[in-house]
């Protein structure tokens, strides 16, 4: 299930979109304004972001040109009552993917989500990390991740089924000579190699967050 954050300070078309696309197989996460959208950024992945520009505290423009200044390239489509050129235009400089002029039927919103997530199908994307799923290619920052096969194997997984764990008998398989030592050795050597925060869930697997 792909996950949006929605920036609209609207609560009826956030009502009426949450509902729709919730319908079509969207987990949507609201936020009102552009402080609680950056808050909401920080603390969660998303796969798009569907931000207005006119709400309150921090305005959809400023707060995608900051979010592409931390490195989140995550997809975006603005949705804004703003359609003349040089708003349109300023969307586009700070980072934007897309624009759709409100009015708008929400299915047309639909439509260009599904554009942008058959995209986000075949590269996966973590933070500064991507995941060419075709190739197998690992990279950080756009640049070619380098790493041991084991620990580029177990990455992937964890990357994969990110928010969810993966269970440790999947892991196992990724390990050369599989136990329960050479796991933890593994993962922690993952965990500093990338900084990533890798937790161990009791009786499950592991999973990053």
């Known amino acids: 299930m792909s996950k949006l954050l929605l920036l609209e300070d609207d609560p009826n078309l956030s009502k009426t979109l949450m509902k729709y696309l919730g319908l079509h197989g969207y987990e949507i996460d609201w936020a009102k304004n552009g402080e609680e959208a950056i808050e909401m950024s920080y603390e969660n992945a ?4 569907l931000f207005d520009i006119n709400v309150p505290l ?3 423009i400023d707060l995608l040109h900051s979010l592409r200044e931390a490195e989140d390239f995550t997809p975006t489509i603005i ?7 040089d708003s349109m235009t300023k ?3 700070a980072g934007a993917d897309d624009y759709v002029k409100k009015p708008f039927d929400p299915e047309e919103l639909l439509v260009r989500i599904k554009a942008k997530t058959a995209v986000l199908k075949d590269v996966l994307t973590f933070r500064q990390y991507k995941l060419d799923r075709q190739t197998q290619i ?30 440790k008998d999947e892991l196992m398989d990724c390990l050369e000579k ?7 050795v593994n993962m922690a050597k993952l965990k500093k190699n990338t900084n990533l925060e890798i937790k161990s869930i009791r009786g499950v697997g592991y999973k990053i967050l």
């Open 58 to 60: 921090l305005n959809g």
């Open 178 to 184: 599989p136990t329960d030592l050479a796991l933890r």
């Open 138 to 167: 690992l990279s950080y920052e756009n640049e070619p991740l380098h790493m041991g096969e084991v620990q580029k194997n177990l990455l992937i997984k964890l990357f994969i089924n990110h928010p969810n764990p993966v269970m």
């Open 46 to 49: 998303y796969d798009i972001y």
């Open 91 to 93: 969307g586009f400089i």
């Open 79 to 85: 949705i804004s009552a703003q359609i003349d050129i």
